[in-house]
């Protein structure tokens, strides 16, 4: 099995990712450029988060592909 990051063992949203840029038919990528793919969009999704202040959303990350549930605050 292919060496995996943190965040794709953690987040099926990247594990999903990463199975597919290294296993697709066609431009398939090498474990270690489909890292750096995965690397690139953390980036994105901390620099958004930051400067956003907004908390991360899977469903705008896989553009409504990951259905989730909205979990109610605590009162």
Known sequence: MA?????????????????????????????????????AAILRQLHAVVTTGRASDPGIATHGAVRHAVMPIAA
């Open 3 to 39: 060496s995996r990051l943190g965040a794709q063992r953690a987040s099926p949203v990247y594990a999903t990712r990463f199975t597919r840029l290294t296993t697709r038919e066609q431009n398939k990528l090498t474990v270690i450029q489909a890292q750096a793919v995965i690397a």
